[in-house]
């Protein structure tokens, strides 16, 4: 059995399958691949996440020219942007 981090992501999809896909986790977990497919998860939601964060600034002007010219706003930009691709991530890859 390969031992790898599991991250955020991964902990939240963990605790939601022991809650309501118990089947699911006991079957991940009898053939020994629970911690890689957590892993997977993790990686996956990341990635997205990411993915997600650049589009929602490239589609609001978020850009490198705000950052110079008023840096506290790009902050609250690009953290609004960052809690709604995790909000997005969490509605549609984790909780279900």
């Given at each position: 059995?390969?031992?790898?981090?599991v991250g955020k992501y991964g902990m939240l999809h963990l605790d939601y399958i022991k809650a309501h896909r118990k089947e699911t986790y006991t079957?991940?977990?009898?053939?020994?691949r629970?911690?890689?497919y957590l892993h997977q998860v993790d990686t996956n939601a990341r990635e997205t996440v990411s993915?997600?964060?650049r589009e929602y600034a490239?589609?609001?002007g978020i850009d490198?020219?705000?950052k110079a010219s008023d840096p506290l706003r790009w902050v609250r930009e690009m953290n609004n942007c960052k809690a709604s691709a995790e909000e997005t991530v969490l509605k549609e890859m984790i909780y279900i």
């Open positions: 059995m390969k031992n790898v981090y079957a991940l977990t009898m053939e020994g629970l911690n890689e993915l997600l964060v490239e589609k609001r490198e020219q705000l």
